[in-house]
């Protein structure tokens, strides 16, 4: 059982900002792949960004040049910093880990955080 939680969410203006964190409870997930995913209103949960126990990282389109997924192994967190925050960033987003397989697919995915709410005014 993995227990993950996030924190770092808020609200921003367009072109600011934040840096989300995940940590686990209980247990290490250093060795093991955390993905970010997002969901807007009305709109279907999405990949965001993936790190593997290895560091190599993995982008969706929407969010590569201005997102940077990274892991701290001492502190047992992930982080998923956010610069050039745009209004269409605005959603809650949940860290996650699979199964077994890293995929974008969050049906694969097995343990989730609560979620962090991430607001950007225009």
């Known amino acids: 059982q993995v227990q993950l939680v996030e924190s770092g969410g808020g609200l921003v203006q367009a072109g600011g900002s934040l840096r989300l964190s995940c940590t686990a409870a209980?247990?290490?997930?250093?060795?093991?792949?955390v993905a970010w995913f997002r969901q807007a209103p009305g709109k279907e949960r999405e990949f965001v960004a993936g790190?593997?126990?290895?560091?190599?990282?993995t982008y969706a389109d929407s969010v590569k040049s201005r997102f940077t997924v990274s892991r701290d192994n001492a502190k047992n967190t992930v982080y998923l910093q956010m610069n050039s925050l745009k209004p269409e960033d605005t959603a809650v987003y949940y860290c996650a880990v699979p199964k077994l397989l890293a995929t974008m697919d969050s049906n694969d995915y097995t343990y989730w955080g609560q979620g962090t709410q991430v607001t950007v005014s225009s």
């Open positions: 209980g247990r290490t997930f250093n060795n093991v792949y």
């Open positions: 790190v593997g126990a290895n560091a190599y990282t």
